[in-house]
């Protein structure tokens, strides 16, 4: 069975860091491209960014270009999203995602549980 | 506002069918495979349709998909109370290198 388990999600300050983990299991992690996909409260969803399998290749949404970095380890079959810089408007509840092998055709299966991100004061 | 136009909400009454709409441009659907996602209130997103028109193991025959052109659709039908969630469409977008969701659509089964 695929799993996601997403940690790293909590309380931070405007201008503050956060890293968050996914740990995979039940797939072989390096075949398939990953991505973070957020829902900030009572909105919809809001793709944040991907990786390829390989971790070469990683693309962000525009909002968060220059403040994010998503990141794999595939020995440790493991995904990270580094965001710095925190504004109010990145309070979301982030996902974890398998996406398809190919890093174009969006796959989103299965979800992670989601690690809750407030940013403030 | 999103790159995907989704109406906000739709409604039916069990038994009946439903058509959710997902509208982009050549960027995004025109060009790229469709997915769609069913959403319970607290809970994670699952994947509905794939490719556009594919059902992952486990998800009924009722939800089929489709595409024209630039838009895309979701047919639900033989509605049943617990259809009731939001829908999201998503695709890839070239000029934007990057994935991109409609704003969801809300069903109610009346």
């Known amino acids: 069975e695929v799993q996601l388990l997403e940690s790293g999600g909590g309380l931070v300050q405007p201008g503050g860091s956060l890293r968050l983990s996914c740990a995979a299991s039940g797939f072989r992690f390096s075949s398939y491209a990953m991505s973070w996909v957020r829902q900030a409260p009572g909105k919809g969803l809001d793709w944040v960014a991907a990786i390829s399998g390989a971790g070469g290749g990683t693309y962000y949404t525009a909002s968060v270009k220059g403040r994010f970095t998503i990141s794999r380890d595939n020995s440790k079959n493991t995904l990270y999203l580094q965001m710095h810089s925190l504004r109010a408007e990145d309070t979301a509840v982030y996902y974890c995602v398998k996406d398809s092998p190919a890093i174009a055709v969006v796959r989103f299966d299965p979800w992670g549980q989601g690690t809750l991100v407030s940013v403030a004061s | 506002q999103s790159v995907l136009a989704q109406p906000p909400s739709v409604s039916a009454a069990p038994g009946q069918n439903v058509t959710i709409s997902c509208s982009g441009s050549?960027?995004?659907?025109?060009?790229?495979?469709v997915s769609w996602y069913q959403q319970f209130p607290g809970t994670a997103p699952k994947l509905l349709i794939y490719d556009t028109n594919k059902r992952p193991s486990g998800i009924p025959d009722r939800f089929s998909g489709s595409k024209s052109g630039t838009s895309a659709t979701l047919d639900i039908t033989g509605l049943q109370s617990g259809d009731e969630a939001d829908y999201y469409c998503?695709?890839?977008?070239?000029?934007?290198?990057?994935?991109?969701f409609g704003g969801g659509t809300k069903l109610t089964v009346l």
């Open positions: 050549g960027s995004n659907i025109g060009g790229n495979y």
């Open positions: 998503g695709t890839w977008d070239h000029s934007l290198s990057g994935a991109v």
